[in-house]
């Protein structure tokens, strides 16, 4: 979660970058997979500037309730 005082400065998107650079180098992966919820339009957004391409919607049930969640898929170099 940010702040709403951080919010549209950049700084998801640079530390998304950073963490994309530290699964492919560090860790080796390959292929990383990310959520966010429906009703949060503002996380694809940076997920689609960091390279993830949609898949499609999935019901997901935590201890709140059920949410409908936009999933993501980016291959690494």
Excluded at 23 to 35: D, H, I, P, Y
Excluded at 57 to 66: A, H, I, Q
Excluded at 67 to 73: A, P
Aim: glycine letters at 8%; one cysteine or more.
């Amino acid at each position: 979660w940010v702040g709403v005082p951080y919010w549209n400065q950049g700084y998801v998107t640079e530390a998304g970058q950073l963490m994309l650079a530290l699964a492919a180098q560090e860790f080796n992966l390959n292929r990383l997979v990310a959520a966010h919820r429906i009703d949060n339009p503002a996380s694809g957004r940076v997920l689609e500037k960091l390279g993830f391409n949609e898949l499609e919607p999935r019901r997901m049930t935590n201890l709140s309730g059920e949410y409908l969640f936009r999933c993501y898929r980016k291959n690494l170099p």
